[in-house]
Protein backbone atom coordinates (compact mmCIF):
# COMPACT_ATOMS: atom_id res chain seq x y z
CA UNK A 1 0.00 0.00 0.00
CA UNK A 2 2.84 2.64 1.02
CA UNK A 3 4.67 1.88 -2.63
CA UNK A 4 1.02 2.69 -3.63
CA UNK A 5 0.11 5.72 -2.71
CA UNK A 6 4.10 6.59 -2.80
CA UNK A 7 3.42 6.13 -6.75
CA UNK A 8 0.36 8.41 -6.88
CA UNK A 9 1.55 11.30 -5.32
CA UNK A 10 4.98 10.75 -7.37
CA UNK A 11 3.45 10.74 -11.10
CA UNK A 12 -0.92 11.77 -10.61
CA UNK A 13 0.21 15.06 -8.42
CA UNK A 14 -2.17 17.76 -8.28
CA UNK A 15 1.12 20.07 -9.94
CA UNK A 16 0.61 17.82 -12.87
CA UNK A 17 -2.58 16.98 -13.34
CA UNK A 18 -4.38 19.87 -12.85
CA UNK A 19 -3.12 21.74 -15.70
CA UNK A 20 -3.13 18.38 -17.91
CA UNK A 21 -7.22 17.99 -16.33
CA UNK A 22 -7.93 21.46 -17.38
CA UNK A 23 -6.52 21.01 -21.41
CA UNK A 24 -8.49 17.90 -21.28
CA UNK A 25 -11.56 19.61 -20.39
CA UNK A 26 -11.11 22.48 -22.44
CA UNK A 27 -11.17 20.12 -25.34
CA UNK A 28 -14.17 18.10 -24.12
CA UNK A 29 -16.13 21.30 -23.85
CA UNK A 30 -15.46 22.45 -27.21
CA UNK A 31 -16.30 19.28 -28.71
CA UNK A 32 -19.61 19.19 -26.87
CA UNK A 33 -19.89 22.87 -28.67
CA UNK A 34 -19.29 21.24 -31.67
CA UNK A 35 -21.68 18.76 -31.31
CA UNK A 36 -24.46 20.91 -30.26
CA UNK A 37 -23.26 22.92 -33.47
CA UNK A 38 -23.96 19.71 -35.96
CA UNK A 39 -20.58 19.36 -36.53
CA UNK A 40 -18.70 16.44 -36.00
CA UNK A 41 -15.65 16.98 -33.17
CA UNK A 42 -13.90 13.63 -33.91
CA UNK A 43 -13.49 14.98 -37.39
CA UNK A 44 -12.74 18.48 -36.73
CA UNK A 45 -9.86 18.02 -34.00
CA UNK A 46 -8.36 15.27 -36.54
CA UNK A 47 -8.33 17.78 -38.83
CA UNK A 48 -6.52 20.24 -36.84
CA UNK A 49 -3.68 17.76 -35.78
CA UNK A 50 -3.53 17.28 -39.52
CA UNK A 51 -2.89 20.87 -39.91
CA UNK A 52 -0.78 21.25 -37.11
CA UNK A 53 1.50 18.51 -37.99
CA UNK A 54 0.23 16.88 -41.44
CA UNK A 55 3.54 18.18 -43.24
CA UNK A 56 7.60 19.35 -42.10
CA UNK A 57 6.10 22.66 -43.55
CA UNK A 58 2.94 22.56 -41.24
CA UNK A 59 5.19 21.72 -38.33
CA UNK A 60 7.61 24.93 -39.14
CA UNK A 61 4.69 27.67 -39.83
CA UNK A 62 3.49 26.09 -36.29
CA UNK A 63 6.47 26.58 -34.57
CA UNK A 64 6.68 30.14 -35.92
CA UNK A 65 3.64 30.95 -34.76
CA UNK A 66 5.00 29.32 -31.27
CA UNK A 67 7.62 31.59 -31.20
CA UNK A 68 6.18 34.96 -30.43
CA UNK A 69 3.41 33.42 -28.28
CA UNK A 70 6.58 31.74 -26.24
CA UNK A 71 8.31 35.62 -25.86
CA UNK A 72 5.24 36.76 -24.55
CA UNK A 73 4.61 33.90 -21.96
CA UNK A 74 7.97 34.65 -20.86
CA UNK A 75 7.69 38.36 -20.33
CA UNK A 76 4.11 37.87 -18.33
CA UNK A 77 5.80 34.83 -16.28
CA UNK A 78 8.38 36.88 -15.40
CA UNK A 79 6.66 40.03 -14.20
CA UNK A 80 3.98 37.44 -12.01
CA UNK A 81 7.26 36.39 -9.96
CA UNK A 82 7.70 40.07 -8.75
CA UNK A 83 4.13 39.92 -8.26
CA UNK A 84 3.28 42.22 -11.27
CA UNK A 85 0.66 41.47 -13.89
CA UNK A 86 2.28 42.70 -17.16
CA UNK A 87 -0.82 43.27 -19.61
CA UNK A 88 1.37 45.35 -21.96
CA UNK A 89 3.08 42.79 -23.54
CA UNK A 90 1.04 43.87 -26.82
CA UNK A 91 2.35 47.42 -26.69
CA UNK A 92 5.86 45.89 -25.89
CA UNK A 93 5.69 43.67 -28.83
CA UNK A 94 4.70 47.02 -31.16
CA UNK A 95 7.77 49.26 -29.98
CA UNK A 96 10.58 45.95 -30.70
CA UNK A 97 8.99 45.63 -34.02
CA UNK A 98 9.17 49.45 -34.32
CA UNK A 99 12.64 49.64 -33.34
CA UNK A 100 13.90 46.58 -35.48
CA UNK A 101 12.01 48.01 -38.23
CA UNK A 102 14.12 52.05 -38.04
CA UNK A 103 17.40 50.12 -37.56
CA UNK A 104 16.39 47.13 -40.75
CA UNK A 105 15.80 50.25 -43.30
CA UNK A 106 17.39 53.26 -42.25
CA UNK A 107 20.75 52.29 -40.81
CA UNK A 108 22.99 50.75 -43.02
CA UNK A 109 25.33 48.38 -41.48
CA UNK A 110 27.51 44.82 -42.69
CA UNK A 111 25.52 41.91 -42.36
CA UNK A 112 25.38 39.99 -38.69
CA UNK A 113 26.40 42.67 -36.96
CA UNK A 114 23.21 44.84 -38.86
CA UNK A 115 21.09 42.11 -37.45
CA UNK A 116 22.17 41.58 -34.29
CA UNK A 117 21.45 45.56 -33.80
CA UNK A 118 18.31 45.85 -35.00
CA UNK A 119 17.72 42.59 -32.84
CA UNK A 120 19.25 44.85 -29.65
CA UNK A 121 17.66 48.00 -30.81
CA UNK A 122 13.77 45.94 -30.74
CA UNK A 123 14.81 44.40 -27.16
CA UNK A 124 15.45 48.05 -25.95
CA UNK A 125 11.87 49.29 -27.48
CA UNK A 126 10.59 46.81 -25.43
CA UNK A 127 12.36 47.22 -22.67
CA UNK A 128 11.95 50.79 -22.24
CA UNK A 129 8.51 50.43 -23.37
CA UNK A 130 8.16 48.00 -20.06
CA UNK A 131 10.06 50.12 -17.71
CA UNK A 132 7.68 53.23 -18.54
CA UNK A 133 4.59 51.11 -16.53
CA UNK A 134 7.18 50.01 -13.95
CA UNK A 135 8.09 53.86 -13.16
CA UNK A 136 4.75 55.07 -13.28
CA UNK A 137 3.84 52.43 -10.52
CA UNK A 138 6.75 52.54 -8.57
CA UNK A 139 6.88 56.37 -8.19
CA UNK A 140 3.25 57.77 -9.14
CA UNK A 141 1.20 55.03 -8.05
CA UNK A 142 -0.34 54.56 -10.72
CA UNK A 143 -2.07 51.02 -11.52
CA UNK A 144 0.44 48.50 -13.51
CA UNK A 145 -2.76 47.11 -15.18
CA UNK A 146 -4.15 50.45 -16.24
CA UNK A 147 -1.04 51.77 -17.06
CA UNK A 148 -0.24 49.19 -19.37
CA UNK A 149 -3.55 49.25 -21.15
CA UNK A 150 -3.49 52.57 -22.06
CA UNK A 151 0.29 52.58 -23.23
CA UNK A 152 -0.66 49.69 -25.76
CA UNK A 153 -2.43 52.17 -27.72
CA UNK A 154 -0.31 55.01 -27.02
CA UNK A 155 2.60 52.49 -28.65
CA UNK A 156 0.33 51.54 -31.63
CA UNK A 157 -0.68 54.82 -33.19
CA UNK A 158 2.68 56.36 -32.26
CA UNK A 159 4.64 53.36 -34.00
CA UNK A 160 2.14 54.11 -37.27
CA UNK A 161 3.13 57.43 -37.24
CA UNK A 162 6.83 56.62 -37.22
CA UNK A 163 6.24 54.36 -40.23
CA UNK A 164 4.32 57.31 -42.52
CA UNK A 165 6.91 59.83 -41.12
CA UNK A 166 9.97 58.18 -41.68
CA UNK A 167 9.85 54.30 -42.91
CA UNK A 168 6.28 54.16 -45.53
CA UNK A 169 6.98 52.08 -48.21
CA UNK A 170 5.96 54.99 -51.20
CA UNK A 171 4.38 51.65 -53.08
CA UNK A 172 2.09 50.43 -50.39
CA UNK A 173 1.39 53.15 -48.41
CA UNK A 174 0.13 50.54 -45.50
CA UNK A 175 3.53 49.43 -44.80
CA UNK A 176 7.04 50.15 -43.89
CA UNK A 177 10.01 49.43 -47.05
CA UNK A 178 11.30 46.35 -46.56
CA UNK A 179 14.64 45.32 -43.62
CA UNK A 180 17.73 45.32 -45.92
CA UNK A 181 18.40 42.24 -46.17
CA UNK A 182 21.49 42.40 -43.90
CA UNK A 183 19.17 42.79 -40.88
CA UNK A 184 17.22 39.44 -41.72
CA UNK A 185 17.75 36.64 -38.81
CA UNK A 186 16.65 33.96 -41.85
CA UNK A 187 17.85 30.82 -41.16
CA UNK A 188 17.86 28.63 -44.54
CA UNK A 189 18.73 25.03 -43.23
CA UNK A 190 15.82 25.36 -40.58
CA UNK A 191 13.60 26.47 -43.61
CA UNK A 192 14.86 23.89 -45.71
CA UNK A 193 14.29 21.30 -43.08
CA UNK A 194 10.46 22.39 -42.72
CA UNK A 195 9.65 22.44 -46.98
CA UNK A 196 10.84 26.66 -46.77
CA UNK A 197 8.41 27.97 -43.65
CA UNK A 198 9.11 31.22 -42.24
CA UNK A 199 11.32 29.41 -39.45
CA UNK A 200 14.42 31.89 -39.07
CA UNK A 201 16.93 31.88 -36.18
CA UNK A 202 14.58 33.58 -34.20
CA UNK A 203 12.50 30.83 -33.29
CA UNK A 204 16.10 29.33 -31.67
CA UNK A 205 16.58 32.55 -29.51
CA UNK A 206 12.74 31.85 -28.39
CA UNK A 207 13.89 28.74 -26.94
CA UNK A 208 17.36 29.95 -25.50
CA UNK A 209 14.93 32.50 -23.81
CA UNK A 210 13.75 29.94 -21.84
CA UNK A 211 16.41 29.04 -20.29
CA UNK A 212 17.62 32.93 -19.49
CA UNK A 213 14.28 33.55 -17.81
CA UNK A 214 15.22 30.45 -15.64
CA UNK A 215 18.48 31.51 -15.01
CA UNK A 216 17.90 34.89 -14.31
CA UNK A 217 15.12 33.91 -11.83
CA UNK A 218 17.08 31.46 -9.97
CA UNK A 219 20.26 31.37 -10.48
CA UNK A 220 21.40 35.25 -9.64
CA UNK A 221 20.60 37.53 -7.01
CA UNK A 222 18.96 40.43 -8.98
CA UNK A 223 16.07 36.40 -9.13
CA UNK A 224 16.18 35.93 -5.69
CA UNK A 225 15.13 39.85 -4.98
CA UNK A 226 12.55 39.85 -7.58
CA UNK A 227 11.11 36.87 -6.44
CA UNK A 228 11.41 37.99 -2.83
CA UNK A 229 8.94 40.74 -3.92
CA UNK A 230 6.63 39.17 -5.05
CA UNK A 231 6.13 36.86 -2.40
CA UNK A 232 5.93 39.57 -0.44
CA UNK A 233 6.57 43.29 -0.70
CA UNK A 234 6.87 44.16 3.12
CA UNK A 235 9.13 41.74 3.90
CA UNK A 236 10.88 42.36 1.42
CA UNK A 237 11.59 45.95 2.04
CA UNK A 238 12.19 44.90 5.49
CA UNK A 239 14.81 42.93 4.18
CA UNK A 240 16.62 46.16 2.64
CA UNK A 241 15.44 45.54 -1.08
CA UNK A 242 14.22 48.88 -2.68
CA UNK A 243 10.49 48.03 -4.06
CA UNK A 244 10.31 50.77 -6.45
CA UNK A 245 13.75 49.68 -8.09
CA UNK A 246 12.84 45.93 -8.51
CA UNK A 247 9.73 46.96 -10.01
CA UNK A 248 11.43 48.55 -12.72
CA UNK A 249 14.07 46.45 -13.58
CA UNK A 250 11.44 43.64 -13.47
CA UNK A 251 8.67 45.52 -16.24
CA UNK A 252 12.11 46.36 -17.99
CA UNK A 253 13.13 42.76 -18.21
CA UNK A 254 9.23 41.64 -18.93
CA UNK A 255 9.48 44.17 -21.72
CA UNK A 256 13.23 42.72 -23.55
CA UNK A 257 11.09 39.40 -23.65
CA UNK A 258 8.02 41.28 -25.58
CA UNK A 259 10.28 43.86 -27.48
CA UNK A 260 12.54 40.79 -28.75
CA UNK A 261 8.73 38.68 -29.73
CA UNK A 262 8.02 42.21 -31.75
CA UNK A 263 11.61 42.38 -33.39
CA UNK A 264 11.71 38.57 -34.44
CA UNK A 265 7.80 38.95 -36.53
CA UNK A 266 10.08 42.11 -38.40
CA UNK A 267 13.29 40.42 -38.73
CA UNK A 268 12.36 36.71 -39.36
CA UNK A 269 8.98 36.76 -40.72
CA UNK A 270 7.92 39.02 -42.85
CA UNK A 271 10.40 42.02 -43.44
CA UNK A 272 8.50 44.99 -42.59
CA UNK A 273 5.98 46.44 -40.43
CA UNK A 274 2.17 47.60 -41.43
CA UNK A 275 0.08 50.30 -40.31
CA UNK A 276 -2.59 48.85 -38.05
CA UNK A 277 -5.88 49.59 -35.87
CA UNK A 278 -5.80 46.93 -33.41
CA UNK A 279 -2.96 44.69 -32.00
CA UNK A 280 -1.87 41.32 -33.06
CA UNK A 281 -3.17 38.90 -30.70
CA UNK A 282 0.35 37.54 -29.21
CA UNK A 283 0.42 40.05 -26.71
CA UNK A 284 -2.66 39.41 -25.31
CA UNK A 285 -2.98 35.28 -25.99
CA UNK A 286 0.62 35.60 -24.04
CA UNK A 287 -1.64 36.28 -20.87
CA UNK A 288 -2.92 33.04 -21.09
CA UNK A 289 -0.08 30.97 -22.35
CA UNK A 290 1.47 32.16 -19.21
CA UNK A 291 -1.09 31.24 -16.48
CA UNK A 292 -1.91 28.11 -17.99
CA UNK A 293 2.08 27.38 -17.81
CA UNK A 294 1.96 27.83 -14.23
CA UNK A 295 3.89 31.36 -14.59
CA UNK A 296 7.35 28.69 -14.89
CA UNK A 297 10.18 28.52 -18.06
CA UNK A 298 9.30 24.62 -18.82
CA UNK A 299 5.39 25.10 -18.20
CA UNK A 300 5.43 28.23 -20.95
CA UNK A 301 6.90 26.49 -23.42
CA UNK A 302 4.48 23.42 -23.22
CA UNK A 303 1.17 25.95 -23.16
CA UNK A 304 3.04 28.00 -25.92
CA UNK A 305 3.57 24.70 -28.38
CA UNK A 306 -0.65 24.02 -27.01
CA UNK A 307 -1.45 27.23 -27.95
CA UNK A 308 0.15 27.08 -31.24
CA UNK A 309 -1.36 24.09 -32.18
CA UNK A 310 -4.60 25.07 -31.67
CA UNK A 311 -4.43 28.59 -33.60
CA UNK A 312 -2.48 27.42 -36.49
CA UNK A 313 -4.62 23.88 -36.77
CA UNK A 314 -7.99 25.80 -36.80
CA UNK A 315 -7.76 26.51 -40.06
CA UNK A 316 -7.70 23.03 -40.89
CA UNK A 317 -10.96 22.23 -38.56
CA UNK A 318 -13.03 25.34 -40.76
CA UNK A 319 -11.79 24.10 -44.04
CA UNK A 320 -12.03 19.65 -43.62
CA UNK A 321 -14.79 20.18 -41.06
CA UNK A 322 -16.52 23.47 -41.91
CA UNK A 323 -16.13 24.32 -38.25
CA UNK A 324 -15.60 28.16 -37.57
CA UNK A 325 -12.46 28.98 -37.05
CA UNK A 326 -13.40 30.88 -33.44
CA UNK A 327 -14.32 27.15 -31.81
CA UNK A 328 -10.40 26.96 -31.42
CA UNK A 329 -10.62 29.99 -29.91
CA UNK A 330 -13.61 28.94 -27.37
CA UNK A 331 -11.11 25.76 -26.64
CA UNK A 332 -8.59 27.80 -25.54
CA UNK A 333 -10.94 29.81 -23.26
CA UNK A 334 -12.28 26.88 -21.83
CA UNK A 335 -8.76 25.60 -20.63
CA UNK A 336 -8.03 28.53 -19.26
CA UNK A 337 -11.68 28.65 -17.56
CA UNK A 338 -10.54 25.39 -16.02
CA UNK A 339 -7.27 26.33 -14.90
CA UNK A 340 -8.45 29.68 -13.51
CA UNK A 341 -11.26 27.56 -11.53
CA UNK A 342 -8.71 25.21 -10.23
CA UNK A 343 -10.45 24.16 -7.19
CA UNK A 344 -13.09 22.36 -9.58
CA UNK A 345 -10.40 20.43 -11.10
CA UNK A 346 -8.69 19.55 -8.09
CA UNK A 347 -11.90 18.90 -6.32
CA UNK A 348 -12.22 16.49 -9.68
CA UNK A 349 -9.12 15.07 -8.93
CA UNK A 350 -9.29 14.12 -5.25
CA UNK A 351 -12.59 12.13 -6.09
CA UNK A 352 -10.92 10.11 -8.54
CA UNK A 353 -7.80 9.92 -6.42
CA UNK A 354 -9.87 8.70 -3.93
CA UNK A 355 -11.63 6.10 -5.78
CA UNK A 356 -8.21 4.23 -7.03
CA UNK A 357 -7.39 4.38 -3.23
CA UNK A 358 -10.39 2.65 -2.49
CA UNK A 359 -9.96 -0.08 -5.04
CA UNK A 360 -6.35 -0.75 -3.95
CA UNK A 361 -7.47 -1.24 -0.31
CA UNK A 362 -10.79 -3.41 -1.25
CA UNK A 363 -8.31 -5.86 -3.54
CA UNK A 364 -5.64 -6.02 -0.73
CA UNK A 365 -8.83 -6.84 1.58
CA UNK A 366 -9.98 -9.35 -0.94
CA UNK A 367 -6.80 -10.65 -1.91
CA UNK A 368 -6.08 -11.54 2.13
Do not use: C
Not at 45 to 69: C, V
Not at 74 to 96: C, D, E, K, P, W
Request: charged share 10%; aromatic share 14%.
Amino acid sequence: MRLWDRFLHSFISPGLWVPFGSIVLGFLVGAIIMAFGGFNPFVAYAALMQKAFGSPYNIGEMLREMTPLLLTGLSVAFAFRAGLLNIGTAGQMVMGSLGAALVGVLVPLPPIVHAIVALFVGVLFGALWGSLVGYLKAYRGVNEVIAAIMLNWVALYFANYVIRTAILDPQQKQRSLYVASSARINADFLSALFQNARLSYGFLLALLMVYVFWFLLYRTRLGFELRAVGAGAEAAQYAGIRIGRQVIVTMFLSGAFSGLAGAIEVLGVYGYMTISTVHASYGFDGIAVALLGGATALGTLFSAFLFAVLSYGAAGMQFAADVPLEVSRVVMAAILFFVAASALVRSLYTVTLGRMRRGSLESEVNRS
